[in-house]
């Protein structure tokens, strides 16, 4: 069942704010609170949905299409030695907002990952963090 208050779905409403690096018809993207690591982006489908399986092909497809040209400017902003993408389904899985998402995270060889939505980010780094993803994307 899908909770139309999660907090992603109020973000989706324009209840609550988001540091946003892209927006489409089907799609928004923008930087995880507790990043991970410096870059760390969140990916959404509009459509509700709690976890994949729900999702629908089309939804499914606007996803991974924004997953891939965010994570082409992640990349380029950000130079990262890799870049991990990730999805969790259900709380065993890790998922703690129930609204699919997908994770773009950076990846440092020289500095190990933060804790999964654990430390909350500088607003403003956060903000000069979005402006260099969306100055990536042209
Ligand atoms: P999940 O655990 O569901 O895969 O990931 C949820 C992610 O959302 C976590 O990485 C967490 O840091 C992030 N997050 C939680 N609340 C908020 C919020 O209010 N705004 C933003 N931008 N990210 C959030």
């Known amino acids: 069942m899908y909770d139309p208050n999660n907090i992603f779905a109020r973000i989706l409403r324009g209840e609550l704010p988001c540091h946003k690096v892209y927006e489409d018809a089907d799609t928004l993207a923008f930087m ?3 990043p991970q690591s410096d870059g760390h ?5 509009k459509e509700p949905a709690a976890e ?3 999702l629908s092909e089309g939804a ?3 996803a991974i299409r924004t997953t891939q040209r965010i994570a082409r400017a992640v990349r380029d902003a950000f130079e ?3 870049l991990s993408i990730g999805q969790f389904n259900g709380a065993a899985a890790g998922q703690t907002v129930p609204h699919v998402h997908f994770h773009i995270v950076p990846r440092y060889a020289d500095r190990p990952l ?4 654990s430390e909350p980010q500088d607003p403003a780094v956060l903000q000069q963090h979005a402006a260099r993803i969306v100055a990536a994307l042209g």
């Not at 982006?41 to 489908?45: I, R, T, Y």
């Not at 933060?114 to 939505?117: M, V």
């Open 32 to 34: 995880d609170i507790m």
């Open 41 to 45: 982006v969140l990916v959404l489908p």
């Open 52 to 54: 994949l399986f729900e």
């Open 60 to 62: 499914a497809q606007a």
């Open 80 to 82: 990262p030695d890799g």
């Open 114 to 117: 933060r804790g999964h939505a």
